[in-house]
């Protein structure tokens, strides 16, 4: 029986042998983020790129349950994608030294099944998709962009020049080319927040190991920190409504190079995925709505 996370992982591997990166610009700009059509919250973490990355206009996804709730039903045929969430549950121990009872919070990862508008019938819902940001490609400033700069608390030093894009831990700083150089303001932020993302990596922030550690490249830890930084950026993308392309782009290589990756480590992009998710929130200098792997997912 596949766990939770094979289950998710090999969907993901299913889109990048059909030549799909789920975290490559995966939603429609004009309709936001992935959402339940019932309570309305958006998905977090690898749910919007599971989500996403299906390829459907609308932006509602439901259980089968809730379509039958909404006097509708799944079209025959019609294949569920998964998504992911985290049940604490408590656990009393005794220390074997001290003989006091402890209570543990255990996380317990689960998942359900749900199909987007499209693939239902009947459903009826009067909720209006969110307007996003469709500023045109010039070199102006965007101003959800720049919002999303000015949030971020404690930033590292943000500086332009040269022909390169990087995070420099060691001075916890970030260069970039000049704004005017990138073929337009979308690829600009794109890469800045690509960067921005490693940033939260940072010792004096959310400290991971592949930024605290730095690992050679191509190696297990450098792959996942990239890979956190692609979903982070996207994630802001899709904040702002970016049309923004990946940095690592969509080569025959590149895709080969996540494969082996995924097929080695099936929590990869799972946790990579909240890893990312809290590096966004971090950035936006919001809190996050519980500490730890709950950063994962939102229950539908």
Known sequence: MQTVYEIVTSRIIEKLEQGVVPW?????????????????REYR?????????????????????????????????????PVVFWKWLEAEEVDSETGLHETRRIPLLRYFSVFNLAQ??????????????????????IARAEGILSAYPSAPTLRHGGAQAFYRPSDDSVTMAPPETFESPGSYYSTLFHE??????????????GVTQPSRFASHGYSQEELVAEMGASFLRAVTGIDGESL??????????????LRADSRMVVIAGAQAQKAADWIRGKAAEEPGPSDLALAA
Do not use: M
């Open 196 to 209: 921005l993302t490693h940033s939260t990596g940072h010792s004096s922030r959310l400290a991971r190991p």
């Open 24 to 40: 490559r610009r995966p939603w429609h700009a004009e309709s936001g983020l992935p959402r339940n059509l019932i309570s309305g």
């Open 248 to 261: 690592l782009g969509n080569s025959v290589a590149y895709l080969q190079s996540w494969l082996r990756a």
């Open 120 to 141: 239902c019938e009947g459903i009826r819902h009067r909720r209006l998709v969110d307007q996003v940001d469709t500023s045109p490609n010039s070199f102006s400033p």
């Open 45 to 81: 973490g690898i749910n919007i790129f599971l989500l996403s990355c299906q390829g459907y206009a609308s932006p509602y996804w439901v259980t089968y349950r809730q379509a039958r709730e909404l006097s509708g039903f799944v079209k025959k045929g019609e294949r569920a994608t």
